[in-house]
């Protein structure tokens, strides 16, 4: 009994009442850990961790992260950002407070724990990339000053630190850098395009293609993604990353909203709107990485995944309030 409270770690997530969080953090409690979840609720919701108030190994701080924080932790995994171009860009001064004084804040805490930091970065630090697949030497094609610059040189920068944070103070850290993921607990209007596609589908409404939906996105099940984050943060301390997690079955987002509107059985048609500014043209992750390192390769099939999927944004159909 001793021995088993002794090993148990506790592990802080930022942005852990958000869609990928709230999964990290069932996972880390399954684990038998301690969770310490930090989160300002800005695109997080409370009813992603409703299930966990009763857990005695479950701790919720509203935070954020822009300002400095003291706890006692072994280890953290920094997600704390809003990931929707939508949501991103509603406060684009306030993504980019979050990546860069977030990122020094978690890694001011752990220089003072010496514990091992993990980055949830993005495949946006690549940009409407010219190397097709995506691997971790490419530099990207970033636009400095346009709409997803603030998600994207936030989350740069933010790469930039975690790496002076370990040359210069010998800080642990693991770099992620995180393809399009999807599955339960994403915000039904946060405006991504399988949570979009799903809606509309289920409310009997047109899809909305932007442009002429021949640009490509590569789509990774919430499970499959979460296995990978834990993999990373458990690997050895010489591996820093960056590493590329995701899901290299590539698709149209033609072929994507053929797809969901055949498993929703819906009989919504597609509607073709304005491509937005910098929208990247193809992605796709090389995870040659991933596979060497970690061991680590997605299992789940998209079209499993979106069954899933489409079962949780069902519950979201009946009622106005959405969350
Ligand atoms: P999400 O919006 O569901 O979750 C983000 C969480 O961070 C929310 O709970 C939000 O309230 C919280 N947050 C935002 N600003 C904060 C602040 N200043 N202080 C504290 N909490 C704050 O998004 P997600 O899809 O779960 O993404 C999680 C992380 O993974 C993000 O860092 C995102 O950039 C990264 N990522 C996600 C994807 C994806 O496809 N889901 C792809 C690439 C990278
Ligand atoms: N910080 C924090 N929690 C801690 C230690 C530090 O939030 O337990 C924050 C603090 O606000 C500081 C930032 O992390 O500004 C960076 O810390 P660091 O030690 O790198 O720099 P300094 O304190 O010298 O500015
Ligand atoms: N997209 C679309 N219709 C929508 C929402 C998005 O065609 O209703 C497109 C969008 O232009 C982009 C792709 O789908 O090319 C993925 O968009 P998302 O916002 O999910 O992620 P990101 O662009 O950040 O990869």
Known sequence: MTKLYESRKRILVTGGAGFLGSHLIDRLLRDGNEVVCADNLFTGSKRNIDHLHTN??????RHDVCFPLYVEVDEIYNLACPASPIHYQHDPVQTTKTSVHGAINML???????????QASTSEVYGDPFIHPQ?????????PIGPRSCYDEGKRCAETLFFDYHRQHNLKIKVMRIFNTYGP???PNDGRVVSNFIMQALRGEHLTIYG???????????????????????????????INIGNPVE???KELAEEITARVRSKSSLVFLPLPLDDPKQRQPDISRAQAILNWSPKMQLREGLEHTIRYFETFLDRDDDR
């Open 56 to 61: 005695p190994r479950f701790e919720f701080l």
């Open 135 to 143: 691997t971790e030497e490419y530099w990207g094609n970033v636009n």
């Open 251 to 253: 698709f149209t987002i």
């Open 108 to 118: 001011g805490l752990a220089k003072r724990l010496r514990c091992k930091i993990l």
């Open 185 to 187: 607990r994403m915000h």
């Open 212 to 242: 002429k939906g021949d640009q490509t996105r590569s789509f990774c099940y919430v499970d499959d993604l979460i296995d990978g984050m834990v993999r990373l943060m458990d690997s050895s301390d010489e591996i820093t990353g960056p």
